[in-house]
């Protein structure tokens, strides 16, 4: 009787531990973003770091090291994961001092007190790409060899990992349980996840449901969200109702031929454009990454993967980026959440307490003038004009599927005088145009299209402080003291 009560209670206390272990272990995906810089309007990091702050956003993704972004990043707290661009792996995959240089210039440094938090670098971006034709395949390994021993070296092994960004063209099938690994990338596949698994670190993919609606003018519209679908895919007992799990537990399926089908996933990158393509605007967008975060954070994980959702998913991105090349389309400037000016583009809850975006504060602005084409000017002979200005500056909002689509011809030319004006920071001689231009204080957007008003934004160098470096070396300097004082007793 006694020991049963006892054993009851063992038990209790048992259930109890285990169930508080449990909590704490069911760790809730953290929703981060992607932060490019390839842009013409650049806001300075420190305003950035603020809107990620004001956001509560905890994670960042940054496609290289930049040092402006990482001092500023400092002392926030924030987890960062720096990349190595892809043209630097063949470099570092063939020289250990290659890659002991970047650790100490790129990590090392920062991972200071009151530092930036660096967890992962990420190892070339999409270095599988199909497009690349396999040019840095063959480095990828080397260069992870050649960094992980850096990292040792530098004592980091344990506070950072090493990850690779793969594009979901990494892997294929008609149905999710028979996904697998290009055939050509099996053997490396193998040695990446092998390595992924021993040293505790996340598979990363990107998934762009919005790139296989674009693609593929077959692709069911409703499978590309997550609101229900007349076009559900059944795979044996499994049904998918949107292209998100679907390419999802086609990496699952790829991960368990290889014997690691228990793999963490992070989605490195997810999102969708508000311009440049019929289907990428402001409502789709909302409601596809809406969509996203509730299914994400609501747990129900995947038909593979039931009540387990990826570890981490980075939304790209953060801002527009209007310098980046539209070889994939006119879309590819317009995937921020925020405009180039830290804007919230449309209410989204990113379900970290804040009811919706918060827009970035103290942005200063160049003056509210705009430049168009002269009215009283006849506008034969301003092509050249309008395609030098459209080369420097942005103008796929014109294109088909754009915003300012369909503004007639002068609002085409003025649009674009104005975009180059604002590239150049409104010096007066970029509106001049051989005369064809015009300043007006009247602000000329029509409708949805809008004629943007650049930023100003000074960067301001933050010192990194030698805070640890020194406790460090005084902790050192006492303990020598200590036994010299103790080996003279
Ligand atoms: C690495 O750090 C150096 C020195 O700060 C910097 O010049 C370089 O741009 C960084 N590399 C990358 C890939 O960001
Ligand atoms: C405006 O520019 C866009 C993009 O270059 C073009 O497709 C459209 O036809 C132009 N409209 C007129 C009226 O010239």
Not at 75 to 84: A, D, K, P, R
Not at 86 to 98: G, Q, R
């Amino acid at each position: 009787m006694l020991r049963a009560g006892i054993m009851t209670k063992t038990v209790l206390v048992l259930a109890v531990v285990l169930a508080f272990s449990g909590s704490v272990e069911l760790v809730r995906s953290a929703i981060g973003v992607n932060w490019g810089t390839v842009s013409n309007h650049r806001l300075s990091p420190s305003t950035v770091v603020e809107l990620l702050k004001v956001n509560k956003i905890k994670k960042v993704k940054l496609f290289d090291a930049d040092p402006d972004c990482l001092r500023a990043l400092m002392g926030s707290g924030i987890e960062v994961m720096v990349g190595v661009s892809n043209d630097l792996l063949p470099i570092i995959s063939s020289s250990t001092a290659a890659a002991d240089l970047w650790v100490a210039q790129n990590v090392s440094r920062y991972m200071v007190k009151g530092g930036a938090n660096i967890k992962f670098i990420a190892v070339g971006n999409e270095p599988f790409l199909a497009s690349y034709g396999g040019q840095f395949q063959s480095y990828v390994m080397p260069a992870i060899t050649n960094l992980q021993q850096s990292l040792a070296k530098a004592n980091l092994a344990g506070a950072v990992k090493l990850v690779v960004p793969c594009n979901a063209d990494a892997y294929e099938a008609n149905l999710p349980s028979q996904g697998a690994f290009r055939p050509e990338l099996s053997q490396i596949m193998t040695d990446l996840v092998t390595f992924l698994n021993a040293n505790g670190s996340p598979f990363v993919v990107n998934i762009y449901p919005f790139l296989s609606l674009y693609g593929n003018s077959d692709f069911p519209q409703d499978y590309a969200f997550f609101e229900g679908t007349t076009h559900s895919v059944t795979d044996g007992p499994n049904v998918y109702y949107n292209a998100f799990d679907g390419n999802y537990d086609t990496l699952v399926s790829a991960l368990n031929k290889l014997g690691f089908g228990q793999m963490p996933i992070v989605i490195g990158e997810v999102g969708w454009p508000t311009d440049g393509a019929v289907s990428a605007n402001v409502d789709a967008a909302r409601i596809f990454n809406q969509g996203l975060i509730n299914h994400v954070l609501g747990n129900k994980g995947t038909p593979l993967r039931p009540g387990q959702p990826p570890m981490d998913i980075y939304l790209f991105g953060l801002l527009d980026e209007e310098a980046k090349s539209v070889l994939p389309g006119s879309f590819e400037r317009h995937w921020g959440i925020f405009s180039f000016d830290g804007q919230a583009k449309y209410a989204l809850n990113l379900g970290m307490g804040n009811r919706l975006l918060r827009n970035a504060e103290d942005v200063s602005y160049l003056p509210a003038r705009w430049c168009v084409a002269d009215p009283f000017k006849d506008l034969s002979g301003v092509a050249e004009h309008f395609k030098l200005a459209c080369t420097v500056a942005d103008c796929t909002t014109l294109n088909y599927g754009g915003s300012c689509n369909g503004i007639g011809e002068r609002g085409n030319i003025s649009y674009a005088f104005n975009s180059y004006y604002q590239v150049q920071k409104q010096k007066s001689q970029s509106c001049e145009f051989d005369g064809f231009g015009m300043i007006t204080f009247v602000n000329p957007s029509m409708g949805r299209c809008k004629f943007l008003v650049g930023v100003s934004e000074k960067v301001v160098t933050k010192h990194i402080s030698n805070g640890l470096s020194l406790h460090r070396g005084s902790v050192i300097l006492w303990l020598l003291v200590f036994s010299w004082a103790v080996l003279d007793l």
